[in-house]
């Protein structure tokens, strides 16, 4: 799924459990984390470009070092020291990991049938041993669609009725003017049905 997706799963599952705007930055981002991994694909762009022997790291390494329990531990043990709430956040990191391993199993295949992306659970300590699911659906699908705006209706009517939401992390200020217009958009959704 995408990282916006990916975002958003993380910040619906686990805002209602964090109590401050550091940790639940922090369990959003080790929700993003394993896609790290995947940074291999700049050196592959960069020797391209270079015109140097062209190298295979993205394909070698994403889902290899960032999609298993070795990441999922290590995101979750870095995101407890930076954690006010060291064994909430912990918990809530691990498995917002696994919670992206998930979605990206569901839905992360290529354009054709046989082009899956599987995991490798206990990467990279065993490269042989991969989750993959057949009927795993294009990362650009409907499926996929469907459940960001679903994510996307939940964070805006929680962000009209807590007050907060995701900008937050960014900026307060601009949050306060963006829950403000959605809680101005919700009383007038609920004057017009009257």
């Keep these: 799924m995408s990282p916006i997706t990916h975002f958003m799963a993380g910040w619906?599952?686990?805002?209602?459990i964090l109590r401050n705007r550091r940790d639940r930055a922090i369990v959003c981002l080790a929700g993003l984390a394993p896609d790290l991994d995947g940074a291999g694909i700049l050196i592959d762009l960069f020797n391209q470009l270079a015109g140097w022997p062209e190298t295979n790291f993205y394909q070698a390494w994403h889902r290899l070092y960032g999609h298993g329990i070795t990441a999922a531990l290590v995101f979750a043990l870095i995101a407890a020291l930076l954690a006010h709430d060291r064994l909430r956040v912990a918990a809530?990191?691990?498995i917002n990991v696994h919670l992206h391993f998930l979605c990206d199993l569901l839905g992360s295949r290529g354009s054709t049938p046989d082009d899956l992306w599987g995991l490798y659970y206990l990467g990279p300590w065993n490269a042989h041993?991969?989750?993959?699911?057949?009927?795993?659906?294009e990362l650009v699908s409907?499926?996929?669609?469907?459940?960001?705006?679903?994510l996307m209706g939940i964070l805006l009517e929680r962000a009209s009725r807590k007050g907060y939401s995701p900008l937050g992390?960014?900026?307060q200020r601009a949050d306060r003017g963006f829950v403000d217009v959605l809680r101005?958009?919700?009383?007038?959704c609920q004057t017009a049905r009257k």
Excluded at 142 to 150: D, E, T, Y
């Design 169 to 171: 992390l960014v900026s």
């Design 184 to 188: 101005r958009w919700r009383q007038h």
């Design 92 to 94: 809530a990191a691990f």
């Design 129 to 137: 041993t991969e989750i993959v699911w057949r009927g795993q659906w």
């Design 142 to 150: 409907w499926q996929n669609m469907l459940i960001s705006i679903v």
């Design 12 to 16: 619906v599952g686990f805002e209602a």
